[in-house]
Structures are given as structure tokens and as C-alpha cells.
């Protein structure tokens, strides 16, 4: 009866582990679409999303704007979230970067719960150069 009831465990370890690895996988392939979308929009409007209105600038067509593309920058009608069903946070400069908190959903962490940058999906930790060349210039 142990055996079984270690058995068991040891399945369900490696499919939380799993679930999570899909969830980091997931949210780096969201980033990606996200970052490609604020690229789109640059190109076509002259300027990034506003940080105080964020990313739904990609699906919700601005009053002022003349050049935002017909149907807006994503597939969905609404923003997409991470893996962990938490809201990605945008911050506009040079560069500008989409970022998910990670599993725990709060800035920092390590494992599932470290932060994960749209500038750097290779996995490497950027938060410390990101923070260090991060200004505000308008665009």
C-alpha cells in the first residue's frame, strides 16, 4: 500500500512539474505575440501604447489615431493573460517590456514564480538590465 501511495506521489510531482513547464512555455509564446503586437503598433502609429492605458490599445482602437490597423494588433478581442491566468504588465520606454510576475503573481521570485520579461524570453535574468537602461523617453 505504500508503494502505491509513493508511486502516486512521485505521478503527481512530475505532472505539477510539467503543468507548470506548460505554463512558462505558454506565457514566453504570449510575450512574444505581445511584444510583436507594440512593435506593430509603433511602426504604424509613430509611437508605443500608452503606459496608462496599456495594452488593450492593441485591441481598442484610440480616438486620435489615423494609422492604428483595422481590426487592431491581436487575434483575440481581449488581452491575453499568462500562464497563470494573471494580467501582463506593460511598461513603456526604451525599451519597452511585457512582463509576467510568474507564478505567485508579484515582482521578484525564483523557480515558477520568477519574473519573466518579453526582451528577454531565452530565459536568462534581464530584470537588472532592464532596470538599468530603462528610461522614459516619448516615442
Request: no cysteine; net charge positive.
Given at each position: 500500500m505504500k508503494g502505491i501511495a509513493l508511486i502516486a506521489g512521485?505521478?503527481?510531482?512530475?505532472?505539477?512539474?510539467?503543468?507548470?513547464?506548460?505554463?512558462?512555455?505558454?506565457?514566453?509564446?504570449?510575450?512574444?505575440?505581445?511584444?510583436?503586437?507594440?512593435?506593430?503598433?509603433?511602426?504604424?502609429?509613430?509611437?508605443?501604447?500608452?503606459e496608462e492605458i496599456g495594452l488593450v490599445e492593441l485591441i481598442e482602437e484610440p480616438m486620435d489615431l489615423e494609422d492604428w490597423?483595422?481590426?487592431?494588433?491581436?487575434?483575440?478581442?481581449?488581452?491575453?493573460?499568462?500562464?497563470?491566468?494573471?494580467?501582463?504588465?506593460?511598461i513603456r520606454g526604451k525599451p519597452f517590456v511585457i512582463i509576467s510576475y510568474g507564478a505567485d503573481g508579484q515582482e521578484g521570485g525564483e523557480g515558477h514564480d520568477r519574473d519573466i520579461y518579453s526582451t528577454n524570453l531565452d530565459g536568462s535574468d534581464d530584470s537588472e538590465t532592464y532596470s538599468e537602461t530603462y528610461t522614459e523617453d516619448e516615442y
Open positions: 512521485l505521478a503527481a510531482k512530475s505532472f505539477m512539474g510539467s503543468t507548470e513547464k506548460a505554463k512558462v512555455v505558454t506565457t514566453k509564446a504570449t510575450l512574444a505575440t505581445l511584444h510583436g503586437a507594440v512593435n506593430m503598433f509603433k511602426l504604424d502609429t509613430g509611437h508605443y501604447p500608452d490597423a483595422p481590426g487592431g494588433y491581436l487575434e483575440q478581442t481581449s488581452i491575453p493573460r499568462d500562464g497563470w491566468k494573471n494580467e501582463f504588465v506593460y
